[in-house]
């Protein structure tokens, strides 16, 4: 198999993200909290995931936002830069636009209401439901939480159980708890 030279590769990813001749773009970010693989669409971000293979990402983002996925990292500046202010501390309110044409109606409710939940503080999984209007929905809030396709800028760590104990995260309670630390929450 021939492979392409470096130079023209990168000028083709150029041109693609030029001419936004793609559905979703990606590439890795570090973190302190390990690598992170970040997807953007046309709209917006529309993933971050603590698994960084990109194997594993790809054929979902194909399947939910169109094939022509492209690794290419111009697209996703803002959302590295707004992730490493973050870490440093300096931020505490993302401003990037988001991609969540992927999920259900009530997922979509539980995010505009857990992107409320301000830098520093928590909420319950029970606190959450009632404030999307489903006050007996507390597990299906979790559900939500598990499959939160955008996590730190939609801040699922800041939701605990209702004793407030470190429950569940996608990215595992030892991130959780370096998250809710870097915002000086008390645990």
Do not use: W
């Amino acid at each position: 198999m021939t492979q392409v030279p470096a130079e023209l590769d990168a000028e083709f990813r150029r041109h693609a993200v030029q001419e936004g001749l793609f559905d979703v773009s990606f590439g890795i970010a570090e973190s302190p909290v390990g690598d992170l693989l970040l997807a953007t669409t046309q709209v917006g971000v529309c993933r971050i995931a603590f698994d960084p293979d990109p194997e594993r990402q790809l054929d979902e983002l194909s399947t939910l936002f169109g094939s022509r996925v492209l690794g290419a990292t111009e697209p996703l500046e803002a959302a590295v830069a707004q992730l490493d202010e973050y870490f440093r501390g300096s931020r505490h309110a993302f401003e990037l636009p988001l991609d969540l044409t992927a999920v259900t109606e009530f997922h979509r409710l539980v995010l505009d209401r857990l992107a409320e939940v301000p830098y520093g503080t928590v909420t319950t999984y029970a606190e959450l439901a009632r404030d999307a209007g489903r006050p007996r929905a507390a597990r299906a809030v979790g559900g939500a939480m598990n499959r939160n396709p955008i996590p730190i800028v939609l801040p699922c760590h800041r939701v605990v159980g209702a004793d407030g104990s470190l429950t569940g995260y996608g990215g595992g309670l030892p991130r959780k708890e370096t998250l809710l630390t870097l915002e000086g929450v008390s645990l």
